[in-house]
């Protein structure tokens, strides 16, 4: 297989997850770093071995060794990152949401389909194989009829006011901080589970801290808890902290779910129930091997990830034995995996969340902020590029 070269925007906490996954791939080299905090960019590049690094990323878009591009940055860089990155006939790996607008999402898959360039949204949590073998489940019929998909994804790392990221405030992040961070991850799953769409939902979006705490200086992401009262400046808040939704699935199926930033001791708990006439399944990111399987009349079940014994079709999303874990930077590294083989198969169907997931995810987070806005439900529109 060659060898790939690419280049990676931004250098926070999940820049660095994106470079240990294409590190264990080892056909994927990284060429450059993009990123104006000049110093920590050269650190991060002397640790993984780049070549190139530049404070103006455009610098690197003009460098025809660069074949693909890896998007990190704050939520507001999104757009004219990846625009530029097409542009320059770049493939495009950007980290969800696509865009802090369904508009220039939009233009974002336009771009896309005529630059004729790969392009993935990373929505990776698909990708843990307990999550393949409930969709396998569902494609085999096993589940019967869905009638009631409900969860949470629920985490603390903003439970108080010191806490503070870049993510706080809209400027840098867009108009919806939980729903479109968290909340979206939440919706991908239980529509790539399902096979079906969210038609219509009802939401209540909350602000509990109206004002926060900012650093004098920058932080690393999780990092707040250990912040000094002489360490921050108080500042107003416009993003949520919390979000309820009650959704419809077509005519019949039915669902519910809450996204959280402020649930004390939930450090990354996202948790799926899928609820059909034949059977249920339920599965918990903290606890990623693990899948419930309930049933009338029998007994319930907890199976353990085996890829022997897992779906055919879900068996190539898990590349350790029974009994080795296979966590979150496993979901990067399947993920990278097949983005980077459809680069070299241009033939080949995209077998990963592209622009236009990330646009419908968008659509549902502007139909979720304003039903909470009017407080009433909302249709979210059909999906057109």
Same mark, same amino acid.
């Given at each position: 297989?060659? &060898? ?95 865009? &802090? ?48 998909? $409900? ?26 901080? &939980? ?135 879900? !068996? ?37 969340? $592209?622009?236009?997931?990330?646009? !419908? ?25």
């Amino acid at each position: 297989m060659r &060898t790939y070269k690419t280049a990676l925007f931004g250098v926070g906490f999940v820049g660095r997850v994106h470079l240990e996954g294409l590190r264990r791939l080892g056909y994927v080299e990284l060429y450059g770093i993009g990123e104006p905090q000049i110093e920590k960019a050269r650190q991060l590049g002397a640790e993984f071995g780049a070549q190139r690094v530049e404070a103006d990323y455009r610098r690197l878009l003009e460098d025809p060794a660069v074949e693909a591009v890896h998007v990190c940055t704050p939520n507001a860089l999104h757009f004219p990152m990846v625009k530029d990155a097409l542009d320059a006939g770049k493939h495009v790996i950007c980290e969800k949401p696509l865009s &802090t607008s369904v508009e220039n999402a939009r233009k974002l898959v336009a771009l896309a389909s005529e630059t004729k360039r790969r392009n993935c949204t990373f929505h990776n949590l698909r990708f843990y194989p307990m999550v393949q073998q409930m969709r396998s489940m569902r494609e085999d019929g096993d589940l019967g009829e869905i009638l009631v998909v $409900q969860g949470t994804y629920s985490q603390d790392w903003l439970l108080y006011d010191t806490d503070y990221n870049w993510r706080i405030e809209s400027k840098d992040n867009g108009p919806s901080r &939980t729903m479109a961070d968290i909340g979206s991850h939440w919706c991908d799953m239980a529509e790539h589970i399902t096979g079906q769409r969210i038609t219509s939902l009802c939401a209540d979006l909350q602000t509990f801290h109206k004002t926060r705490k900012k650093p004098k200086g920058p932080i690393e992401t999780f990092a707040g808890k250990f912040l000094r009262p002489e360490d921050y400046v108080e500042i107003p808040i416009d993003t949520e902290d919390f979000g309820a939704v009650v959704f419809r699935m077509g005519e019949r199926t039915r669902g519910a779910f809450t996204a959280s930033q402020v649930s004390a001791g939930r450090k990354n708990g996202l948790s799926m129930e899928i609820y059909g006439s034949k059977a249920s399944v339920a599965w918990n990111q903290e606890r990623p091997d693990e899948l419930w399987i309930g049933a009338r009349n029998a007994a319930n079940q907890i199976i353990i990830k085996d890829p022997s014994l897992l779906k055919e079709r879900a !068996r190539p999303y898990a590349d350790l034995p029974g009994g080795h874990s296979e966590g979150y930077d496993d979901t990067f590294k399947q993920v990278f995996r097949r983005f980077y083989q459809s680069i070299g198969d241009p033939a080949a169907q995209p077998a990963y969340p $592209q622009f236009v997931d990330g646009l !419908r995810q968008l659509n549902l987070v502007e139909a979720e902020i304003e039903s909470s806005r009017t407080r009433s439900w909302v249709d979210v529109p059909a999906l057109q590029a």
